[in-house]
């Protein structure tokens, strides 16, 4: 059988708890009794949480994503003969789907990435969406790379951000940078915003460093699902580049399968497989997390 390969990434959930949802454990559990609705329409396509498993792993719960897609179908057919439409009854939608596993150490979330599907903004804000709670996924990063950027003797020099419009304003990152940027966004009607901010070292007016409250606002757009986010630091009088985005930490597993996906329990265990070869990563991530709030 063919090999397929299938990219895991992690991500830790930010949940404001209220008085129906006190954890995100507790959100989950009320989506799998239908307290919650399990299906809304999110960025134009119906989607749905579906076959939650709680009892997979230790302190976790396992489950999918899926999008429902009703338009653009594909045609089939036979070499030489003329294609026909696929025929979807009403209510009916191409599925494709991301699996998942929450582990609740920590809140992070292992997500199996599938362009063809949700990216894991989606997700949030359907979770946000249908419990009406305030909830935000904010990547793991390679611990070095956020220790080096917190670090007090890293002056900042430069940061590069793009950002999309969020989906969901109330998510967007709570400081005044970030405030900031929605602004912007929201008065030019703009899908996008594409910031670059440093300092000319030859100006005599000069700080000769940006404030050390945009590192902070660096990290909390990742949260936001910027698709760069670039410090271009100082130590020591030697310059080097730190990017947020490639210093993700992720795991690509291979199954043996001939289908799009082999059978979910498959998908959970190379989820659960590649959580185990980042622990080390996982847990260098919050460790460096801690040292940074100090």
Known sequence: MPQRSYKIEFFQLNLVPNQDVLSIRNLFEALSNEIYDTSLEIGGFTREVWGLVFDRYPMSVCGQFRKFRDTDIPEIGLPGEDAEEIELEDGEGLIEKNFFIFYEENNILAWHRNNHSSGVN?????????????????????????????????????????????????????????????????????????????????????????????????????????????????????????????????????????????????????????????????????????????
């Open 122 to 294: 989606q997700f949030v804000n359907f979770l946000s969406s249908t419990a009406g709670i305030k909830l935000s996924a904010g990547p793991v990063l390679q611990s070095d790379a956020i220790a080096r950027l917190m670090s007090g003797d890293v002056e900042l020099k430069k940061i590069e951000i793009t950002l999309p419009r969020p989906t969901n304003p109330a998510l967007y990152p709570d400081d005044d940078f970030g405030s900031s940027i929605l602004g912007m966004m929201t008065d030019a009607d703009a899908d996008s915003l594409k910031i670059s901010m440093g300092v000319d070292l030859r100006r005599a007016d000069t700080e000769g460093r940006l404030t050390n409250r945009l590192k902070r606002t660096l990290r909390n757009v990742m949260r936001s699902g910027a698709t760069t986010a670039r410090a271009h630091v100082f130590e020591d009088g030697i310059e080097f580049p730190i990017d947020l985005v490639a210093d993700r930490v992720f795991s690509w597993q291979s199954v043996e399968t001939n289908s799009h996906f082999p059978p979910s329990f498959t998908m959970y265990g190379i989820i659960d497989t590649a959580k185990a070869e980042c622990q080390e990563a996982l847990d260098e991530y919050f460790g460096a997390m801690e040292d940074a709030l100090l």
